[in-house]
């Protein structure tokens, strides 16, 4: 066809003039290796189309040549892979809505070794018979070990195009938007509605997906108003970029229209302008819309005709060649047939004679056509054959042909005998197909409509508005007219512009319209042989789905057409079968002999068009995925060297190797340095909540299990909460700051849902009960000091609290300053050694935190992480909620009888859960200590125990580790675990079958393993 | 992705400002020791869970952290009214339900 | 001991009152964002006009709490600091001699004060005192909240890329408090002018609100102030 | 295969009859997603029963087993869930052989990732607790995720870096149509009624025990015993027999991106980021997104729960970032208080209960349908389903797997 030299400027297919292209700027790309031209204004589909490029790709399953075919987002097979390199590769860009820029580089997704010469091509040929639907259910499943055998052959084959194996070196964002209308679609209709509400007064978003506002316009050259269509767009477009309450979006698609009227905006900010963004920019952006109110202006997807081998390249929808001809000045061909259902078929033969090529002839398949168009016609001289259809294109690799015969009123079947006519091109219209997509995503039908054979939008649970095309109107002025009230009517439902909108009525602009003619509903094209025997008659290109197979599957029983669907994938692509979708349907229908109505459409879901991960993900990636919360001492535990471990949000210091040290190393150094001497943990993350009020008391004692009548100011005490299941959900320490003032502990994990829990009951419950909560886990940093110098320790930084042990006591808090900040020192424990634990408001965390260490060095006072803090804690056999519990164990099981107190007048949350009939039963898990036999083995924490461990499995297992450390304090390895009856079987083993085949034995032990008597915390 | 009328901020805010807390007007038994297992179950567990109107206790936890109830359509996810803990829906389900 | 409803842990120990001992005895307040080292970033990216950001000085936070007795609280600030307790979602400013007093409208039964670091507990006693045996909560929360400032002339445009909330200005007026999502964390935000905005941010998540700030302001460049 | 290829693909024959109900039969069941289909089956084939119904509002598989992310495992973490889980998962593996229809069961591995020490504790006891129960399992740490998963971000530099994962080696998908069709097409030639476009509006009740059921199409089919196996919609059936379930509906959702060439080989769930994701044969990325927190039945989710997902996606998979997102949907997913599911008896006589697997009952389907038809051809459950009575949210003997399995897909 064309010679294709590298670098030389051919363009054989660009008219001499004309289109929306700049001829001075030059844009150099490449395609499958090969370097072509085109201009700047042009997409990669029209690029391509005017270097004579017909073939871009190859079909999935029976591997055959495909041209592009539209010139929109509906393109089924124009599906490129695009980027010069590794890391900008995107898969499956449709070539129709790229724009071009210098430099692109691109490969069409299928066929090896090339798309010319296609080695699937053959298996296709050879296979494609044995290919109906359903094919994969029906084979490959013997012998049963084959299949996945098989099924690395058919992956082999699978997919479009490739993901890139690198990082994407490009951002993306979003922004939230509210406005009063979102208008959707830039055409006429669209156009017309944002300038009658924006002229309400109302806060619009009007957004196209196209590179440039005028919709059909944009090829579809009208005058309005006695100017030209896109002279008139360029005044509209100018009235709303003046007005600030308006943002008008171009290259941008709304992806998804979500309950109560929260849209996306895909916004592709830089695809037009090369691989990668610009500095500074990022590639796409989404918009989050929340809008009062919608109009869907989003205009019509031409339906071509299925016919025999329709999909040769040089097959094409009508308006797609009148789209390249008059937007880009690219002939798609040079001689050709028209084949229409209805009048709007005829402008793209108008257009193609008007510059001057052959057109061989309109087939028109209604018998007696009788628009302006028809006339239009024989006034050009063009050839119009009426009551037939081309049943059949016929070429290699590109149409050299097409197959005319007469058919019946109806179109049901063939009438007269086949003739051929020469032709590259085949256009066809068979109508248009609204698009309702945005409509049905939140769950409404669209609903048939006869005067246009489509389906239009169906109400909407919000009552968008749909205006133009999309809702039936079939002449311009009628989208006008529909476009202003639309606009006008969305403005007016806006509660903030109630009263005010200011109808500052817009005219409907002048426009001469046509007469039209009557249309007919033509889908298939008979064919004088069955369709199972007729040449492929394709519906969905993408997947390969046939006239034959719909038929052949709803034969099968597969009547619903969402079983359709699914059994032949007729939808399922990339296109989501934007021109498929509809043929498919009446072809089911009649197979079943029913309507289109009655048959209905499959579910249109976001996205419209597909949107990338990226964009999507937006900024919340890397360092932005997740906050990272951090004590007010995290710098120093930075500074230290520490290891952090990830705790919620929260990054807590783990442990502080030394250089040279194991984990093991420095958690004995922390373990042993703490219990001689002492050592010092950041406990900033415990939540914190300020209770205050006359019944803060009362309300502790219904959502804590254990009694809180007695406990008197300065002094604290161990709660334990439970879910009203009876299950452990949270414990901490509670101080009473004043008689009617708490302060509560609660985990890390637990602070934000402790505090609801407080709210819920509080709020729903008790409303009476005179308490307020407030969290201040941010306001202190905590940092507990912990072994037998850690008094004297203190005292060295703080003066004003009277240290004695007598005078400040085993749980007693005080409130003094400590390196002169304001402090509250909790003498409290969970090591087991004596401790405090110093809070000071946080902008003092750090100062605090480095005068301890400026003191501490005579004690060699040792920083330790969570680590340290577990094996210590599980020494005196403190449990971790959340690790030694899983949601299952009540306060009982948890060995904590003593935290439960039953004579409480209130029932207090948990109680009522743990006298259900299942809590009571004997032989329930209970947490117990283990030694193991061997004092040098750790049990893996999660080790599953049984009682007898020669028991061929499945094995009955009574429990597991919750919690297992090396201690270097006891000097043997110490466990913790929830097993069956363990409080009764005090000095038992239970076996622990590895995973490495080894079993480990343990005897059964309490867990006080260090200072049984409580001597060094009292001391 | 739903906008919420908080009855306290007297403003709709977005769905991410709030966190739905399942069926309202769940009342706590009143003498949980002397019910049953199952009275106790049915209220720690069983739900109406409609089709359709349902009444439902969300808390606006990013902003006021206030819990108040909605009545919503479960299937069109409409939300008919929002009202505060303790006051009445106007909404009757009976008279809306669907079928 | 004593009964009263106080949170007494500044009662003999305000910041003001300094103890003795060695050479730490002067606290170094660090601000949430102390990590961040201001002054280098400022240098490295004071770039552009399209918006500026400002950490502030860790400043006194009171939360303050009524319900069946807000007329009594209302009374007790009014009576201590001229300040009239602000009605939904709104806020009030009192300037005093230097000092800068808001109160912000947090829920119905909840409002946050902010004041001078200095004199948080101060003020916290005076309104206890003068609301006397009603049942109102005071919590000094000042080392829970850092507090930023943005402003500039895309300011606007960095909260539309941060918060769900309508931030148009007739919407989001001058003077409101809003609490909402900022992107995963959680903010109070004021608006102080057109194109003039403060977050107050709890403390531990500052780090994230801050790069969050930076990584969206940066298409419009970004200077930092210190103040 | 061949024969037909030759006559045109003209010849095939119906999958299923659409039959006019009759007027009474021994067994109904409510529901004909995967879960009923199997029942039924299982009713004709194991029991012998020849008067089976099953009665479907819509099309088969359009609920649940439509809609969801196809992972197939066993790997529970307590002994009733695991039995029951690993019971299906040994039909699966003879599945298509069975049903003499290809559910492309692949059984190339899932790997449930863990992120922090909770997680990999968690992960330790239930792959300890597997292994003795005879379930295939194994633990990794992050290297080896990385060899299996060469394109999962293995670093240590991600906000929440992998720190290993369970990894089940049997484990993996099937295609979910095809299991509804198959099981479909089983029952029918067993003999199996199966009525589509049938709703059930009401059960009919006499003295206490239900005797058949109101359709909106057809009006009343009687029957000596109904099972519902209606998923999400259970809540609504079971007020229509008077009383409340342990069930909440709630939205889940999931998407698919566009097809791109093999980049994953196997299934990859992450509880502590929140996404799966496996790679279809037709090689779009299958994503499973979280639950809403809220009841919801039209079948979509919020935008928010999306976009979450994405973002874990893309720590865990930053090569994806330009590949697109085609389609996502939402299902209608009947969760309980402990996710493990009910197949239980209920206070109405002959009225039995197959529900609440939420939002991991498609890997089930076999071994639910199998369970429960003993349940409803006996009446009374076996050693299987014993421990998923209705009544354990009365007693307390609940079977938390929220803690242990993570994301129960
Ligand atoms: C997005 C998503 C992802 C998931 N991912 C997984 C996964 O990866 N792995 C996994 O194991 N599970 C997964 N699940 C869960 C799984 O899909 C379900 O547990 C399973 O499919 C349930 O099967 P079913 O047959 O019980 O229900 P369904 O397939 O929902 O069937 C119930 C049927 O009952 C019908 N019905 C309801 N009411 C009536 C009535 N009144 N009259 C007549 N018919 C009625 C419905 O129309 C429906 O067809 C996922 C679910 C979702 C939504
Ligand atoms: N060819 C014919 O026979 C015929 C008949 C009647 C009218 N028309 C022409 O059709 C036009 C009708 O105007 P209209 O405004 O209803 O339709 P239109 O097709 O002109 O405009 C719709 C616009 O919406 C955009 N769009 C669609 N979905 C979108 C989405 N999800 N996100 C972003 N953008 C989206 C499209 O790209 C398009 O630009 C007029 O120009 C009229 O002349 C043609
Ligand atoms: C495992 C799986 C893979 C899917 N892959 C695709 C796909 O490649 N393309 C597509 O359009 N839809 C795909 N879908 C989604 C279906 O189109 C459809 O959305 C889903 O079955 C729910 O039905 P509904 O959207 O009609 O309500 C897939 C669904 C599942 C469960
Ligand atoms: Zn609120």
């Not at chain 1, 050592?679 to 300020?690: E, P, V, W």
């Not at chain 1, 060095?857 to 690790?883: C, N, W």
């Amino acid at each position: 066809m064309v010679n294709f030299v590298k670098g030389r400027f051919v363009q054989n297919y660009r008219l001499p003039s004309g289109g929306r292209i700049n001829r001075n700027k030059v844009l150099t790309f490449r395609y499958n290796n090969r370097y072509y031209k085109g201009y700047e204004g042009d997409t990669l589909a029209s690029a391509l189309l005017a270097n004579g490029v017909d073939i871009v790709g190859r079909s999935f399953k029976y591997s055959r040549a495909r041209g592009i075919m539209c010139a929109g987002v509906e393109e089924p097979n124009a599906i490129m892979q695009v980027g010069a390199t590794e890391a900008t590769q995107i898969p499956n860009v449709r070539a129709t809505e790229q724009s071009l820029y210098d430099g692109l580089v691109c490969s069409s997704v299928k066929g090896f070794p090339s798309v010319r010469f296609d080695f699937m091509s053959l298996v296709g040929r050879v296979a494609g018979g044995a290919m109906g639907p359903g094919f994969y259910y029906k084979t490959f499943m013997f012998p049963a070990f084959m299949w996945e055998t098989y099924e690395k052959f058919i992956r082999k084959a699978a997919g479009l195009g490739r993901s890139s194996r690198e990082r994407d070196p490009d951002t993306y964002d979003h922004m939230h938007q509210h406005v009063d209308v979102m208008v959707v679609g830039g055409g006429a209709s669209g156009l017309m509605a944002a300038l009658s509400a924006a002229r309400a007064g109302a806060r619009v978003i009007i957004a196209d997906e196209q590179s440039e506002m005028g919709g059909a316009l944009l090829h579809h050259y009208k005058e309005i108003d006695n100017m030209p269509a896109l002279d008139w767009v360029q005044q509209v477009c100018d009235e709303l970029d003046a007005n600030e309450n308006v943002q008008r979006f171009t290259r941008s698609v709304v992806t998804g229209l979500h309950d109560h009227n929260f849209l996306t905006i895909n916004e592709r900010r830089t695809h037009h302008l090369g691989d990668a963004a610009p500095q500074g920019m990022t590639r796409e952006r989404i918009h989050k819309v929340r809008a009062s109110s919608v109009v869907l202006a989003t205009g019509a997807h031409e339906r071509p005709l299925v016919f025999g081998n329709n999909d040769l390249p040089g097959c094409m929808q009508c308006s797609a060649v009148s789209q390249y001809i008059r937007r880009y000045a690219v002939m798609p061909g040079t001689s050709l047939v028209v084949m229409t259902a209805n009048d709007s078929g005829y402008q793209c033969a108008f257009d193609w004679f008007d510059v001057g090529r052959e057109v061989v002839a309109i087939v028109d398949t209604r018998a007696n056509p009788d628009g302006d168009v028809f006339v239009q016609a024989k006034e050009r001289g063009i050839e119009v054959i009426t009551g037939s259809a081309v049943i059949e294109a016929r070429g290699g690799e590109r149409v050299r042909k097409a197959v005319v015969a007469a058919i019946n009123d109806k179109g049901t079947f063939v009438t007269g005998e086949p003739t051929e006519l020469l032709c590259d091109t085949i256009a066809s219209s068979g109508g248009w197909s609204p698009a309702v997509h945005l409509s049905c995503h939140t769950g409404s039908r669209p609903v048939w409509n006869d005067d246009i054979f489509g389906f239009v939008p169906g109400e909407t649970p919000e009552n968008n508005i749909a205006a133009g095309r999309v809702s039936g109107a079939q002449t311009l002025s009628d989208c006008l007219r529909e476009g202003i009230k639309a606009g006008a009517d969305a403005a007016a439902s806006c509660a903030t512009l109630h009263g005010q909108a200011s109808s500052d009525s817009l005219s409907t602009p002048k426009v001469v319209d046509v007469k039209q003619g009557a249309a007919m509903a033509m889908y298939l094209v008979p064919h004088t042989k069955t369709p199972t025997r007729a040449p492929k008659q394709f519906v969905d290109m993408q997947n390969d789905v046939t006239a034959a197979a719909l038929q052949v599957s709803t034969r099968e029983g597969f009547e619903s057409i969402e079983h359709v669907k699914r059994y032949t994938a007729m939808g399922f692509g990339t296109d989501q079968g934007k021109t498929g979708n509809v043929n498919g349907m009446a072809i089911v229908a009649k197979t079943l002999g029913q309507t289109i109505a009655q048959t209905g459409t499959t579910v249109f879901r976001p996205n419209y068009t597909p949107v990338t991960f990226g964009a999507v993900a937006g900024s919340n990636k890397g360092a932005l995925f997740d906050p990272k919360r951090f004590t007010p001492m995290h710098k120093w535990h930075v500074e230290h060297g520490a290891k952090f471990e990830n705790v919620g949000q929260w990054k807590r210091a783990w442990y502080f190797p030394r250089e040279g040290e194991r984990m093991q190393d420095t958690l004995n150094r922390e373990c042993v340095a703490t219990r001689a001497s002492v050592g010092i943990l950041d406990a900033s993350t415990l939540g914190k909540i300020d209770i205050q009020g006359k019944d803060a008391r009362e309300f502790l004692g219904r959502v804590y299990t254990n009694a809180w009548a007695k406990l008197e100011p300065g002094r604290c005490r161990y709660g334990l909460m439970c879910g009203e299941d009876g299950m452990v959900m949270d414990d901490g320490v509670t101080s009473c700051l004043a008689e009617n003032h708490f302060l509560m502990t609660t985990t890390t994990g637990g602070a934000a849902s402790v505090l609801s829990w407080l709210e819920l009951y509080h709020q729903t419950e008790w409303p009476e009960m005179d308490v307020y909560f407030n969290s201040v886990t941010d306001h202190w940093a905590t940092m507990t000091i912990s072994g037998p110098n850690s008094r004297a320790l203190l005292a060295k930084v703080c003066s004003d609290i009277d240290l004695d042990k007598d005078a400040f006591k085993f749980m007693d808090w005080r409130a003094g300053t400590v390196a002169g900040a304001p402090a509250r020192v909790y003498r409290i424990s969970f090591t087991g050694e004596l401790s405090y634990e110093i809070n000071v408001p946080a902008h003092y965390g750090l100062h605090v935190w480095e005068a301890l260490f400026e003191h501490g060095r005579e004690f060699d006072l040792t920083p330790y992480g969570t680590e340290s803090m577990h094996v210590l804690r599980a020494e005196k056999g403190f449990v971790i909620v959340g690790q030694d519990t899983d949601g299952s164990i009540t306060p009982i099981d948890m060995d904590h009888a003593w935290a439960v107190a039953n004579n409480k007048p209130f029932s207090y949350i948990g109680k009522r859960g743990m006298a259900r009939e299942d809590c009571l039963r004997p032989n329930r898990k209970q947490l117990v200590g283990l030694e193991t036999v061997d004092p040098n083995t750790v049990l893996p924490e999660g080790a599953q125990a049984v009682r007898n461990p020669a028991q061929s499995i499945p094995m009955t297992m009574v429990g597991h580790v919750t919690s297992s450390y090396y201690s270097a304090n006891v000097g043997r390895s110490i466990a913790m675990a929830v097993i069956r009856d363990g409080l009764n079987r005090m000095g038992e083993s239970v076996f622990f079958p590895l995973a490495d085949g080894s079993v480990v034995e343990a005897k059964i032990c309490n867990t006080n393993w260090v200072d049984p008597d409580g001597a060094r915390h009292k001391s | 992705m739903f906008v919420i009328y908080c009855p306290y901020c007297e403003e709709h805010r977005e769905e991410e400002e709030f966190h739905a807390s399942g069926q309202a007007h769940l009342a706590r038994p009143l003498d949980p020791d002397n019910c049953t297992d199952k009275e106790w179950g049915d209220f720690l567990y069983f739900r109406k869970n409609p089709r359709g109107l349902h009444q439902e206790l969300w808390q606006h936890t990013a902003g006021c952290r206030k819990f108040f109830n909605i009545t919503r359509d479960t299937v069109s996810y409409k939300i008919l009214e929002t009202y505060k803990v303790g006051e009445s829906p106007k909404v009757n389900l009976e008279d809306a339900s669907h079928g | 001991m004593d009964t009263v409803n106080v949170s007494n842990q500044y009662a003999t120990n305000s910041v003001t009152e300094r103890a003795e001992f060695g050479d730490s005895n002067t606290p170094v307040i660090a601000s949430a964002l102390e990590h961040a080292n201001m002054k280098s970033l400022a240098v490295k990216t004071a770039t552009g006009l399209g918006v500026t950001l400002v950490e502030l000085p860790v400043t006194g936070m009171l939360v303050l709490r009524a319900r069946d007795d807000k007329p009594a609280l209302a009374a007790a600030l009014k009576s201590s600091l001229q300040l009239d307790l602000p009605n939904v979602l709104a806020s009030n400013v009192v300037v005093d001699n230097g000092k800068s007093y808001c109160a912000r409208w947090i829920a119905p039964d909840e409002w946050l004060l902010s004041c001078p670091l200095q004199d948080a507990f101060e003020i916290e006693q005076n309104i206890r005192t003068a609301a006397g045996a009603s049942s109102i909560a005071i919590v000094n929360v000042s080392g829970g909240f850092t507090t930023i400032m943005l402003s500039g002339n895309n300011a606007n445009d960095v909260l539309k890329k941060s918060v769900t909330y309508d931030v148009h200005p007739s919407h989001f007026t001058v003077g409101k408090v809003v609490n909402t999502v900022f992107s995963k964390a959680q903010v109070t935000m004021r608006c102080l002018d057109t194109n003039h905005y403060e977050f107050i941010v709890r403390r531990s998540f500052a780090d994230y609100v801050w790069l969050w700030l930076q990584v969206a302001s940066a298409e419009y460049g970004i200077s930092i102030e210190i103040e | 295969m061949i024969k037909n290829a030759l006559q045109h693909q003209e010849n095939w024959q119906r999958m299923w009859r659409n039959p006019k109900p009759k007027a009474h039969y021994d067994f109904i069941v409510v529901g004909g997603g995967g879960h009923g289909l199997a029942t039924a089956y299982y009713l004709a084939k194991v029991h012998n029963q020849s008067s089976v119904a099953v009665i479907e509002k819509g099309w088969l598989g359009g609920g649940n087993t439509g809609r969801n992310t196809t992972i197939v495992r066993s790997n529970y973490l307590w002994d009733e869930a695991a039995h029951l889980y690993e019971h299906a998962m040994k039909l699966w593996e003879g599945l298509s052989q069975d049903l003499n229809y290809n559910v492309m069961f692949s059984q190339r591995g899932v790997m449930n990732l863990g992120h922090n020490l909770q997680d990999m504790r968690d992960i330790e006891r239930r792959v300890n607790a597997n292994r003795l129960n005879g379930i295939d399992g194994e633990v990794l740490d992050a290297q080896q995720c990385k060899e299996i998963v060469p394109i999962m971000d293995c670093s240590g530099s991600t906000r929440y870096p992998v720190l290993g994962a369970s990894w089940q080696p049997r484990a993996g998908v099937a295609r979910h149509d095809a299991v509804a069709w198959g099981y479909a097409r089983g029952a029918d030639q067993l003999g199996v009624d199966i009525i589509q476009q049938c709703e059930v509006t009401d059960i009919l009740i006499e003295d206490g025990a239900a005797v058949g059921v109101d359709t909106r199409q057809h009006g009343q089919i009687k029957a000596g015993r109904i099972g519902c196996v209606a998923a999400g919609n259970s809540g609504v059936l079971a007020g229509m027999a008077g009383f409340e379930l342990p069930i909440e509906s709630h939205p889940l959702q999931a998407f698919v991106s566009e097809p791109i060439k093999p980049i994953l080989d196997t299934v990859v769930m992450s509880n502590a980021v929140h996404g799966y994701m496996s790679q279809s044969d037709k090689g779009d990325l299958v994503i499973g997104a979280g639950i809403d927190g809220y009841v919801g039945y039209g079948q979509r989710g919020s935008y928010p729960v999306i976009e979450h997902t994405v973002h874990a996606i893309m720590e865990l998979f930053p090569i994806v970032s330009r590949v697109r997102m085609n389609r996502q949907w939402g299902g209608i997913v009947d969760t309980t208080p402990d996710a493990c599911p009910i197949l239980s008896a209920t206070p109405v006589e002959n009225l039995f209960f197959n529900c609440g697997w939420g939002t991991g009952g498609f890997k089930a389907t076999p071994g639910s349908g199998h369970v429960f038809a003993d349940l409803l051809a006996k009446g009374k459950p076996n050693k299987l389903a014993e421990a998923f009575t209705m009544f354990r949210f009365y007693d307390g003997a609940l079977i938390d797997e929220h803690g242990a399995a993570g994301v129960a897909h």
